[in-house]
């Protein structure tokens, strides 16, 4: 799954070593996953922290807590530390975590997002445009928001109901609608 070398692990021991009683290791998560927005994080993990679906593994006096949903997207993943002549920098790589994992049992976020990025935004860009996905509703509702070219675009309730509320509620049945919560009375880099 992720690797983490022994520099690593030496330098988020010191840093540790410097926490409350209450940090009981470290958290690595990855915020939208599956999305080019991806971002790799380490963060201190309190017992609060810890979610169902986690997984924990012990490295020497360093626990470390793995976000369920980010496993996927942490394979091939490496945490490093490499000092420099300011210290030194820790770093996660990662290179699988902006890569849709789509499969039957992938939850109803990430099949959004997986047609949101491969299917609906590649034509968008074509006028400067994207969108993106916010959150899924109790009631299966995809809130969206859109940016670029698309963001105050006069066309853009066409786009929302004939293109992608269209291409996703027909690849994902389950889904009841979408949502815009777009600002558009920013007409900056609107396209039409």
């Known amino acids: 799954m992720i690797t983490v070398t022994n520099s690593a692990l030496d330098y988020l021991k010191g840093l540790l070593a410097k926490q409350e ?6 958290r690595i998560f990855i915020n939208s996953p599956g999305t080019p927005r991806a971002e790799t994080c380490v963060a201190y993990c309190r017992e609060s922290d810890i979610q169902e679906g986690d997984e924990k593994k012990v490295y020497g006096e360093i626990t470390a807590y793995y976000d369920g ?3 996927p997207f942490l394979e091939d993943a490496v945490v490093d530390y490499s000092e420099d002549r300011f210290g030194g920098q820790l770093t996660i790589k990662a290179p699988n975590s902006k890569m849709p994992q789509v499969s039957a049992d992938s939850t109803l976020e990430d099949r959004v997002n997986y047609v ?12 400067g445009g994207e969108v993106s996905l916010i959150e899924i509703t109790e009631d299966n509702i995809a809130v969206l928001q859109f940016g670029g070219g698309c963001q105050g675009c006069g066309m853009v309730d066409a786009t929302l109901k004939n293109g992608v509320e ?4 027909d690849q994902l049945p389950q889904l ?10 920013d007409r900056s880099n609107a396209y039409a």
């Not at 009683?21 to 470290?26: A, L, N, P, S």
């Open 176 to 185: 009841k609608g979408v949502r815009d919560i777009t600002d558009h009375t």
């Open 69 to 71: 949903r980010s496993i």
């Open 166 to 169: 269209k291409t996703l509620v």
């Open 21 to 26: 009683d209450d940090v009981i290791g470290i």
């Open 116 to 127: 949101l990025y491969n299917e609906v935004n590649p034509s968008l860009a074509s006028h």
